[in-house]
């Protein structure tokens, strides 16, 4: 089974700042790599996802992956009041019948 | 736009009583979700439902069973709840590697 840890628990930082969120898998037959956010009160949305090493950028969002060491992170330029949220990693194996298994989330904070 | 229905939104039943949760999408997807969610705990997932009729234990199902008889359709079901069955109950339905959501159910055990 999957096991997924993410870090920090919690985050608390200034409007303007870059935040970091990290992933950590332990099946290295992952393949797809998701990050959903969710607003408080709200349901989880998909954010970004990538599949190969590397990196991917979307506006101010950039997702890292390194397959090697079982980690993927979450970069988030120019934090804003309303990217405060609980994000959510979710690694994937390949397969028909896998089972999604998602991270218990970093809360983010930003303020002001 | 790709939407997941549930209902109810909120709901409070004595220990004892039976539950149903109901989930709909009208995006045709074959592979449906249900999870609970826990302060501390992150999404936990109860039960997956490959097809009609098609459905497989996820991490918690006990306490739990489900039912799928429309591919749109997708319900949870606790048989005399539990106190320490009260959560924010999600359901999801997924395309290739997406999960879209619904609004949630909170269900209070009492």
């Known amino acids: 089974q999957q096991k997924v840890q993410q870090s920090p628990e919690s985050l608390i930082v200034p409007e303007g700042a870059m935040t970091s969120l990290n992933c950590t898998f332990s099946?290295?037959?992952?393949?797809?790599f998701a990050w959903y956010r969710q607003h408080s009160g709200k349901a989880p949305k998909a954010l970004m996802s990538?599949?190969?090493?590397g990196e991917k950028e979307e506006g101010r969002f950039t997702i890292h992956l390194n397959k090697a060491s079982l980690h993927f992170s979450l970069h988030i330029r120019d934090s804003q009041p309303s990217d405060s949220a609980l994000y959510l990693c979710?690694?994937?194996?390949?397969?028909?019948?896998?089972?999604?298994?998602f991270g218990k989330g970093t809360s983010l904070v930003v303020h002001p | 736009d790709m939407k997941v229905t549930q209902m109810p939104r909120y709901l409070i039943k004595r220990m004892g009583e039976n539950v149903l949760l109901e989930c709909g999408q009208d995006?045709?997807?074959?592979?449906m979700y249900w999870y609970r969610q826990d302060p501390g705990l992150g999404l936990q997932l109860i039960y997956i439902?490959?097809?009609?009729?098609?459905?497989s234990e996820g991490d918690i199902p006990k306490g739990y069973r489900v039912s799928r008889k429309k591919r749109e359709h997708f319900s949870l079901i606790l048989d005399s709840a539990k106190t320490n069955q009260t959560s924010v109950y999600f359901c999801?339905?997924?395309?290739?590697?997406?999960?879209?959501f619904g609004a949630g159910t909170r269900l209070s055990v009492l």
């Open positions: 995006m045709s997807h074959e592979t």
């Open positions: 979710a690694p994937r194996t390949s397969g028909g019948n896998y089972k999604p298994t």
């Open positions: 439902s490959y097809d009609v009729d098609s459905n």
């Open positions: 990538i599949f190969s090493n």
């Open positions: 099946d290295s037959a992952s393949q797809y």
């Open positions: 999801a339905s997924s395309l290739e590697n997406t999960l879209y």
